[in-house]
């Protein structure tokens, strides 16, 4: 089971009157929203709707234009996305961005490049080979081997 780390106060996750964009285009008008510890929350709606721009905003790829996002009584909004990473805030995309010549484990491993304690490394793993036995079958793998939803899995593992 992959536990979820303890947070300050209520809320993980805050997002305030976000706007953002691309260009001149703004995409996210005052978007508000929180996610408690503990919480799944899933963002819904058709084709250019703003989900994606809303995770590449709160991971600050795409750099708000208004507003603020909190994670963990932490303001981030200005945050260069590199740190994003180790706060451990990331997007997988559609497509899973996955290395497809690398086996399945160095695709996880590329996950772990930030942390420097084995043994969390090690805890980790085991937590995703529990949460996807699948992955673990085929960690020697070429990653393009995989099917589809395997593809999903190993992008969420890394």
Do not use: W
């Not at 947070?7 to 964009?21: E, I, P, Q």
């Not at 510890?37 to 058709?46: D, I, R, S, T, W």
């Not at 090690?122 to 393009?144: C, D, G």
């Amino acid at each position: 089971m992959i536990k979820i780390p303890p947070m300050r106060g209520d809320k993980m996750l805050s997002v305030k009157n976000v706007n953002a964009g691309y260009g001149n285009v703004q995409v996210l008008h005052d978007v508000s929203f929180e996610v408690k510890p503990g919480e799944f929350v899933a963002m819904l709606g058709q084709n250019g709707a703003g989900k994606t721009t809303m995770l590449r905003t709160i991971s600050n790829i795409i750099k708000p234009t208004d507003g603020t996002i909190v994670y963990n009584n932490e303001v981030i909004s200005a945050l260069p996305p590199q740190q994003m990473v180790n706060k451990g805030i990331s997007c997988v995309t559609d497509d899973g961005n996955l290395f497809s010549d690398m086996s399945v484990m160095n695709n996880i491993m590329l996950g772990a490049y930030t942390e420097k304690d084995n043994s969390k490394i090690e805890s980790r793993l085991k937590e995703i080979f529990e949460l996807f036995p699948r992955l673990e079958e085929r960690k020697r793998q070429r990653a393009e081997t995989l099917s589809g939803g395997e593809r999903k899995m190993l992008a969420i593992a890394r």
